[in-house]
């Protein structure tokens, strides 16, 4: 779950990684969540504008590893990692 905590965040989510197939497009507005399902692709790779705003969830545990800028990063059943 990706949950614009703290502003507005514009967020490109893509399946496997930087050429994979876009799910999700956009701004998340303050307050907004976007509910992402890792069953049908095990890494999902985000590029994430704002990424001091963005508060990331695995399993309903908030997990760290954002980049302080805008920067990109593979999401897991693991968490987070550089991408």
Known sequence: MLTAA????????????PAGTILFEGVL?????LPLSLSR???LWL???APLALDVR?????VGGLPTQVGNVYLS????APG
């Open 77 to 80: 059943a693991s968490g987070l």
């Open 41 to 43: 692709s095990p890494r």
């Open 29 to 33: 507005e303050q307050g907004k969540s």
């Open 58 to 62: 695995v399993g309903g545990k908030l």
């Open 6 to 17: 703290r502003g507005r965040v514009w967020l490109l989510v893509r399946s496997g990684g």
């Open 47 to 49: 590029r994430v504008g």
